[in-house]
């Protein structure tokens, strides 16, 4: 049986041809579009671009570019790139002025970014965009457009930044970003991100913005952050060979955007394995652990409260070198400033700056400070004889006060240079240091470990002898009470050895008038004083001062 002939009229034909027409066009369409950006890339962006395909789905309303790249100005090196870009749209919304996005996936993002001064590798994009807009006009009126996007997901992403001036490189891998929706002109926002440092450690955070009021949370986390990525940063202005150390944190953060003064930060900080080396590769500075656990801090309320601060295994090198020391020759000058600006006198670092201005009206809590296993390296270079002397298992502790809770009960302990010992107690009101009760006890404190000053000032080498030191000290506003009591044990002089001392003074026969017949000299020295100079920086010259005054008058 022979099949019937279908015979299409006239108009049907004509309007197959316009389907099959329109059918081309919208096959055609996405491959025209990644034909002519790769060929036209250079004329629109100055850039060569590739892509390797090009899809859109009219029925789901997905987009899908893949293989995409974006070259440096030399057409080889890769700026930008990424394995896959989809997004997907919701055509009925646009019919309400609204853009609503279903998802949006983009994997494998690489992204170079170099500097040079004040150049980026991308400031020619930006430099020809604000050029091709200059004549532009926004003739577009009406009501805005309302911004639903869903579901944006970013994976496996590469950063990679260079600072070609310090030669140096800050790589991010890893880079994961969940949003589970961002909505411009609605209620609220939440917003996940997560990345991991090539060099180590993570950053996670999650954001949650109430537009409605221009309210927001931030929880942010920093995993086991390398410091070596700021190394090179802080080499900009200190002489120093390394930086090591790693950063975590646990931070919440609120506040409003209309008001940043409404900022409240709580959380905790840690940094562990700090390391300071300087240009002679020895340790300045170092710690196994720092903890600092924040209670609150409120901007606006000018309050900041911490639960406790923890330190383990602090060390410190400190050098007096000519009129500096080895900490403010750290410190580069910047252009134009001549080095000898860094050397302050002597004097003046007994005198702090004045922070009254910028303190005023901000307070703090910090209920708990506890370092333990703490280690002072002590050298004065400054005098013709050499002085070095080491502090160690160094503990200091604070709480609050049984007595008075707005005071704190400070607590300290240490060894000298391997005999002797150090003790101090302390009640101290935080709002007024000129409040306190200050104790101090050292222990079997070996003379001949302050020879160098001794040769160097006075020219007699030390025999020998042990020291024990107590004062016990009232400090109120311009007066203080203080009781001390000096013991000497065997402590002698041999004759002079330097007969170039900065002072004649015949210590060795105060020495023997002061001394018992056993080599015993036990003296009394209250101190009771006001005035101006009753300051708790001046307390030890103080005592100090009464008891040389006491040596001098015997050896005169």
Not at 32 to 46: E, M, P, Q, R, T
Not at 134 to 156: E, H, Q, R
Not at 267 to 290: K, V
Not at 294 to 314: E, F, Q
Request: charged fraction near 20%; hydrophobic fraction near 40%.
């Amino acid at each position: 049986m022979a099949m019937k002939k279908i015979h299409l009229k006239r108009w049907h034909k004509i309007l197959l041809g316009i389907v099959l027409f329109f059918a081309v066009i919208l096959f055609a369409f996405p491959r025209v579009a990644k034909w002519y950006i790769v060929k036209h890339s250079n004329d629109l962006i100055g850039r060569e671009v590739a892509i390797d395909k090009i899809r859109l789905n009219y029925f789901t309303g997905t987009i899908m570019i893949k293989g995409f790249g974006l070259f440096e100005q030399d057409g080889t090196t890769s700026f930008a790139s990424f394995g896959r870009f989809k997004v997907n749209l919701d055509y009925l919304p646009l019919l309400r002025k609204e853009l609503y996005v279903k998802y949006v996936i983009l994997d494998d993002p690489y992204v170079q970014v170099l500097q040079d001064g004040s150049r980026f590798n991308f400031s020619d994009l930006i430099t020809s965009s604000d050029t091709a807009n200059v004549s532009g006009k926004d003739t577009v009126s009406g009501a805005p457009v309302k911004y639903i996007i869903n579901n944006i997901a970013i994976s496996g992403g590469y950063v990679r930044y260079t600072d070609m001036v310090l030669s140096h490189t800050i790589a991010l891998n890893n880079l994961d970003l969940e949003i589970p929706g961002f909505t411009w002109n609605s209620d609220s926002t939440n917003l996940d991100a997560g990345f991991r440092f090539v060099e180590g450690g993570g950053f996670y955070s999650t954001i949650a913005l109430d537009q409605a009021d221009s309210t927001f949370a931030l929880g942010l986390r920093l995993d086991s952050i390398n410091l070596d990525i700021i190394e090179p940063y802080v080499q900009n202005f200190m002489y120093i060979s390394a930086l090591h150390g790693y950063l975590s944190n646990d931070l919440q953060i609120s506040g409003s955007m209309k008001n940043l003064m409404q900022l409240r930060v709580s959380g905790t900080n840690t940094i562990y394995g700090l390391q300071l080396i300087d240009t002679l590769d020895r340790t300045l500075f170092s710690f196994n652990e720092l903890m600092i656990d924040i209670d609150s801090i409120k901007v606006a309320d000018n309050m900041a409260g911490l639960k406790t601060v923890t330190i383990t295994d602090p060390f410190v090198l400190f050098e007096l070198i000519d009129t500096t020391n080895n900490w403010l020759s750290l410190i580069r000058p910047s252009e134009g400033t001549p080095p000898d600006t860094l050397q302050q006198p002597a004097d003046t670092l007994q005198q702090p700056a004045d922070t009254t201005a910028v303190t005023a009206g901000f307070s703090y809590t910090i209920p708990s400070l506890t370092l333990t296993g703490g280690r002072i390296s002590f050298a004065d270079k400054t005098m013709r004889y050499l002085f070095n002397y080491e502090i160690d298992n160094l503990n200091i502790s604070t709480s609050a006060s049984a007595h008075d809770p707005a005071k704190l009960d400070l607590k300290l302990s240490a060894g000298l240079n391997g005999t002797g010992t150090i003790a101090a107690d302390a009640v101290v009101d935080p709002a007024d240091l000129s409040d306190m009760n200050v104790n101090v006890k050292i222990g079997q404190f070996r003379m001949k470990d302050m020879e160098p000053y001794f040769m160097h000032y006075l020219g007699n080498p030390v025999n020998g002898g042990i020291m024990n030191f107590t004062t016990a000290n009232k400090i109120r506003q311009k007066s203080l009470v203080s009781n001390n009591n000096l013991y000497l044990r065997k402590f002698t002089l041999a004759e002079r050895a330097d007969r170039n001392s900065e002072y004649k003074i015949p210590v060795r026969l105060a020495l023997g008038i002061l001394s018992d017949k056993d080599g015993i000299i036990d003296l009394e020295a209250p101190v009771e004083t006001r005035g101006d100079e009753v300051k708790v920086r001046n307390l030890g010259r103080i005592i100090f001062r009464i008891i040389g005054n006491l040596i001098i008058k015997a050896a005169v």
